[in-house]
């Protein structure tokens, strides 16, 4: 991100942006649940792709994560289920 984002309050910062400062934190805190609806949206491909793959290394040091997409090409997860108007439609999918 540009170095003065540092100075800048969350509302002057773009969708991306907020995300990526989203990201970041679930990365360094000790947290041991991260819901991450939608953490995507307004990121390039690479950028997205980047942070899953940290989402990925958050769970495989024992975090549990709990990842709300539409874009179901990002998904990728011990389990997945694709739910339709609050319903489980297909569940236990598994992609690795």
Same mark, same amino acid.
Do not use: C, H, W
């Given at each position: 991100m540009p170095?003065?984002?540092e100075n800048c309050y969350p509302f002057?910062?773009?969708? =991306? %942006?907020?995300?990526?400062?989203? &990201?970041?934190?679930?990365?360094?805190?000790d947290v041991r649940l991260?819901?991450?609806d939608e953490p995507t949206? =307004? %990121?390039s491909v690479e950028q997205a &792709?980047?942070?899953?793959?940290?989402f990925r290394e958050m769970a495989e040091d024992?975090?549990?994560?709990?990842?709300i997409t539409h874009d179901i090409d990002f998904a990728f997860a011990d389990r997945i289920a694709v739910f339709y108007a609050g319903t489980i439609?297909?569940?236990g999918l598994c992609r690795f």
């Open positions: 170095a003065d984002t002057q910062l773009s969708g =991306g %942006m907020v995300r990526r400062v989203l &990201v970041s934190t679930a990365l360094i805190t991260v819901i991450a949206p =307004g %990121m &792709v980047e942070a899953l793959k940290m024992g975090k549990n994560i709990v990842l439609v297909q569940p």
